[in-house]
């Protein structure tokens, strides 16, 4: 079975610096996807990011970008320039793409603090 | 298109009693989830529908769990003689599967969350 593991249950950064949250998993599969995903307080979550397993090019959108280490099963997220709305938890997800209906499996989540 | 949405927003229930759960996805979506999130936790998926047909479920799923999506639109989830372990925030996820494509992106509605006493 594949497990995802968030190490971080906090991080805290001050706007307009970096930070990155840490995100490990296992499976014995080749061929899969890995997501990072938002829960604001109180609202819906939402997609960040997306990797595809079979690329080696690291996923980047905007402010956020990964660092996908396929032998070390290692996914790591970015944020560059944080923002006050960036304050969320942020959930590191693992989905096969063997099937197409899969669910997706969820890490503990790390809860980001942005101080002004 | 006004995204997944789910309805009750907040369900305070006694042990003991039924509760249901709905969920209206994204139109033509065709494929619905449901996910449980307890505190301090990452979502955990319970079931699984490619229109009516519902094609996986997860052991987290017991036999107090019932779920449904008659036409293939929205989905019910039914928790009976709820116990205090099912204090949860439940989550309904809906994509729009393509064939040939293994990549469809779930949109989450913003949950129910159970309080059960």
């Known amino acids: 079975a594949q497990t995802v593991t968030q190490s971080q249950p906090e991080m805290s950064v001050q706007e307009a610096e970096t930070v990155t949250l840490s995100c490990t998993y296992d499976?014995?599969?080749?061929?899969?996807?890995l997501f990072w995903y938002k829960q604001p307080p109180s609202r819906q979550m939402i997609l960040v990011i997306r990797?595809?397993?079979?690329?080696?090019q690291n996923a980047t959108e905007n402010r956020f970008s990964v660092n996908f280490q396929k032998a070390a099963k290692s996914f790591s997220l970015k944020i560059s320039d944080s923002q006050l709305g960036d304050a969320a938890m942020y959930f590191c997800?693992?989905?096969?793409?063997?099937?197409?209906?899969?669910?997706?499996?969820f890490g503990k989540g790390t809860t980001l603090s942005v101080s002004s | 298109d006004t995204g997944v949405s789910q309805n009750p927003r907040h369900k305070i229930t006694k042990r003991g009693q039924n509760v249901t759960f709905r969920c209206d996805p994204i139109?033509?979506?065709?494929?619905l989830y449901w996910y449980r999130q307890t505190l301090g936790q990452g979502p955990e998926f319970l079931t699984y529908?490619?229109?009516?047909?519902?094609?996986?479920k997860s052991r987290l799923l017991s036999d107090r769990f019932s779920a449904e999506r008659p036409k293939g639109s929205f989905s019910t989830l039914e928790i009976q003689r709820t116990e205090q372990g099912d204090s949860a925030m439940y989550l309904c996820?809906?994509?729009?599967?393509?064939?040939?494509?293994?990549?469809?992106?779930?949109?989450f509605g913003p949950g129910t969350r159970l309080t059960v006493l």
């Open positions: 139109s033509e979506h065709n494929r």
């Open positions: 529908f490619q229109n009516e047909a519902q094609l996986e």
């Open positions: 499976t014995s599969e080749s061929d899969y996807y």
């Open positions: 990797q595809e397993a079979y690329k080696q």
């Open positions: 997800a693992y989905r096969s793409r063997n099937q197409a209906g899969t669910a997706l499996i």
């Open positions: 996820a809906s994509s729009l599967g393509v064939a040939g494509r293994t990549y469809n992106e779930q949109f």
